[in-house]
């Protein structure tokens, strides 16, 4: 997914958010006696809307399977899964104040910052990979367009060949025409 303008919208909005959040976060980390925890009323607010992102987020792979329920662009989706997924990270350091308070709860945010990585890289790769792949092969075909190539090639090679057809006739007709008058 090639991300342009029309990722503007959700972009800002996800940007917001965060800063809403952050500035949330900032006064309860400073007025919570004892610091900031995920028990806590705001630490529970952070987490369930955190993880609510993240059912979303897994939502994108049921609607893509099942491309009968009618929920909605695949486009708005992806950037859905994109720019609100870039939330998912920091509501959840939030909810837990940025503490790891056990061997689970690290192994958890282990794997899920691996795939926050793995998601950021995915979403670089499909930005910056189609435009580099057709400007460094450009004689490389998507497999859906091999028809239409196929008879564009076909087309130029029946202009080519008419080409050297009307060549040879007007060669002949000077061969003719020099054996006649020598």
Same mark, same amino acid.
């Given at each position: 997914?090639?991300?342009?303008?029309?990722?503007?919208?959700?972009?800002?909005?996800?940007?917001?958010?965060?800063?809403?959040?952050?500035?949330?976060?900032? !006064?309860?980390?400073?007025?919570?006696?004892?610091?900031?925890?995920?028990? %806590?009323?705001?630490?529970? %607010?952070?987490?369930?809307?955190?993880?609510?992102?993240?059912?979303?987020?897994? /939502?994108?792979?049921?609607? %893509?399977?099942?491309?009968?329920?009618?929920?909605?662009? +695949?486009?708005?989706?992806?950037?859905?899964?994109? !720019?609100?997924?870039?939330?998912?990270?920091?509501?959840?350091?939030?909810? /837990?104040?940025?503490?790891?308070?056990?061997?689970?709860?690290?192994?958890?945010?282990?794997?899920?910052?691996?795939?926050? +990585?793995?998601?950021?890289?995915?979403?670089?790769?499909?930005?910056?990979?189609? %435009?580099?792949?057709?400007?460094?092969?450009?004689? =490389?075909?998507?497999?859906?367009?091999?028809?239409?190539?196929?008879?564009?090639?076909?087309?130029?090679?029946?202009?080519?060949?008419?080409?050297?057809?009307?060549?040879?006739? =007007?060669?002949?007709?000077? =061969?003719?025409?020099? +054996?006649?008058?020598?």
């Amino acid at each position: 997914m090639h991300i342009d303008r029309t990722h503007r919208p959700l972009g800002v909005l996800a940007l917001v958010l965060l800063v809403i959040s952050f500035i949330a976060y900032l !006064w309860y980390a400073f007025t919570q006696p004892g610091g900031p925890r995920g028990g %806590t009323a705001m630490g529970l %607010t952070f987490g369930i809307i955190g993880y609510g992102l993240m059912l979303f987020e897994g /939502a994108l792979g049921a609607r %893509t399977r099942v491309p009968i329920w009618r929920l909605g662009k +695949a486009k708005s989706w992806m950037r859905g899964h994109l !720019w609100l997924g870039l939330l998912t990270l920091p509501l959840i350091l939030f909810h /837990a104040g940025f503490a790891m308070r056990g061997p689970l709860t690290l192994v958890l945010m282990i794997l899920f910052f691996a795939v926050y +990585a793995s998601g950021i890289f995915g979403a670089a790769l499909q930005h910056y990979l189609p %435009t580099m792949i057709t400007s460094q092969l450009p004689l =490389e075909t998507i497999y859906e367009e091999i028809p239409h190539v196929r008879a564009q090639l076909r087309q130029e090679a029946d202009d080519l060949v008419g080409t050297l057809e009307a060549m040879e006739v =007007e060669h002949a007709d000077k =061969e003719r025409f020099r +054996a006649a008058y020598k």
